[in-house]
């Protein structure tokens, strides 16, 4: 079973459907026991990073999810603000702390002759292929205006080209986060998630 | 590098998918349900869908409607119509849409569209620039009689911190002969946030003129799609050509 993590963040509807479409079998839920018993936790969402903490910690999902994720070491997929969340540090709209699972910060992204947000398809330079297998396109969808400047580029599993190059996937042990929406990314990426997942069917 | 996005828009009344001309005369051109499903297969890049008589209705935008749409898109998906409070939008996203775009409320309450922003991020706000030519000036077409610049609504708008401009030419809208460039060229030098060009497009010509001749990185159509043979796959082949990023 994959828990969808609902913490009032937007969109855990997409990616059930896509879930759906995988014939993976997914529920969406805050409820501790739930999470605690899946194989997987997908962290989705859309928003700021202040807010998405703070509905995190009034759950107390937050001490849970560092629980399962750090110390059981529990496969954990973060989506687009789900990835940002699990960085050291946020600064929308202010700095403030988040999960810090991994090191680095999530910054504004400033530039004075690109459009921000970063809005559309754009195509991706893979570093670590584990879950990239059988990809026939590498343009997947992004919709951000904060990007994670991760400090260890060991923990790195793709980047992308928007004025400088910015983080556009992480994977570190039983991390895998992107910073793009695979669940809104067509044929691309519907197969990374069944890459990813290939081992969740129960 | 970002692809140039193609995105068919399906505009709806409260009973089917209808397209105008010039923002009237709507001609009734199918099932919206249908329609998503056959632009999905297709890959398109995004899709928008309009309710565009909910705020003069004042009524809600039909959400099962919504969500059936929804259902079959594994694409990107903005919504708008009647959209006036934040619970309109918590109930789009609940359903999947990745994006709100907003028009009426945009007119009336700046104070609104800034409490949309720090809720759910500039990335999901996008607001609907309907332009209207006024001799070498454009105005914002409304029915609440309105006076309001072109300028003045878009500084207005970027004070707000929107993630988006749906800009659409009233006066191009349908007539299938051509883009206003010189529309989107104005709002693009007042703003560094994505647009998205819309109303005119009617023929591979069009797009390539609207790309080779401004800075937008989107376009909306609907009639090309309804009324020609002419898929967003041929339109994004003829940008190829033309060394243009798209995704194919």
Redesign the interface.
């Known amino acids: 079973m994959i828990a969808i993590v609902d913490y009032g963040m937007g969109n855990v509807a997409s990616v059930q459907k896509a879930l759906n479409f995988l014939n993976l079998k997914s529920i969406i839920t805050n409820d501790h026991k739930l999470i605690a018993e899946s194989n997987y936790i997908v962290l989705p969402g859309v928003g700021s990073f202040k807010q998405g903490m703070i509905n995190l910690k009034e759950h107390k999902l937050d001490e849970l999810l560092t629980k399962l994720v750090i110390h059981e070491k529990k496969n954990f997929l973060g989506i687009c603000l789900g990835m940002q969340l699990i960085a050291e540090f946020g600064n929308e709209p202010e700095k403030c702390e988040g999960l810090g699972w991994i090191k680095g910060e999530v910054k504004k992204m400033e530039s004075h002759h690109l459009r921000i947000p970063h809005m559309g398809w754009n195509d991706i330079d893979i570093k670590n292929e584990t879950y990239f297998n059988g990809i026939l396109s590498k343009d997947f969808y992004f919709i951000h205006s904060f990007h994670f400047d991760v400090t260890n580029i060991n923990d790195v599993s793709s980047f992308v080209r928007y004025g400088d190059k910015l983080v556009s996937s992480i994977q570190h042990e039983n991390i895998f986060a992107t910073q793009f929406h695979p669940e809104k990314s067509q044929d691309s990426g519907l197969q990374l998630l069944r890459n990813y997942f290939s081992n969740a069917k129960d | 590098?970002?692809?140039i996005?193609i995105i068919p828009i399906l505009t709806f009344n409260g009973l089917g998918l209808v397209k105008t001309k010039q923002f009237s005369n709507p001609r009734m051109v199918g099932n919206a349900v249908q329609a998503a499903r056959v632009y999905n297969s297709r890959?398109v890049?995004?899709l928008i869908f309009l309710d565009i008589s909910a705020s003069q209705q004042n009524r809600k935008i039909n959400l099962k409607l919504v969500a059936d749409v929804?259902?079959e898109c594994?694409?990107?998906v903005g919504i708008g119509g009647g959209i006036s409070c934040i619970d309109d939008i918590n109930n789009l996203?609940?359903?999947?849409a990745?994006?709100v775009i907003i028009k009426t409320k945009a007119l009336t309450d700046k104070t609104f569209i800034k409490e949309c922003v720090?809720?759910?991020?500039?990335?999901?706000i996008s607001i609907s620039v309907d332009a209207i030519k006024n001799g070498d000036n454009y105005s914002i077409y409304n029915k609440l009689n309105l006076e309001i610049t072109l300028e003045e609504f878009i500084n207005d708008m970027n004070e707000c911190n929107v993630?988006?401009f749906v800009v659409t030419s009233v006066d191009c809208d349908g007539m299938m002969d051509g883009f206003d460039v010189n529309l989107i060229n104005r709002v693009a030098s007042k703003t560094?946030?994505?647009?998205i060009a819309v109303g005119g497009g009617g023929n591979m010509t069009h797009f390539n003129d609207l790309f080779l001749n401004s800075t937008t990185?989107?376009v909306g159509s609907a009639s090309i799609f309804h009324f020609t043979q002419y898929t967003p796959l041929d339109i994004k082949m003829e940008l190829q050509k033309l060394n243009k990023p798209v995704?194919l």
């Open positions: 590098m970002l692809k996005r890959g890049d995004e929804i259902k594994y694409m990107p996203l609940k359903i999947g990745d994006k720090s809720f759910f991020g500039s990335q999901c993630g988006e560094n946030i994505p647009i990185e989107a995704r």
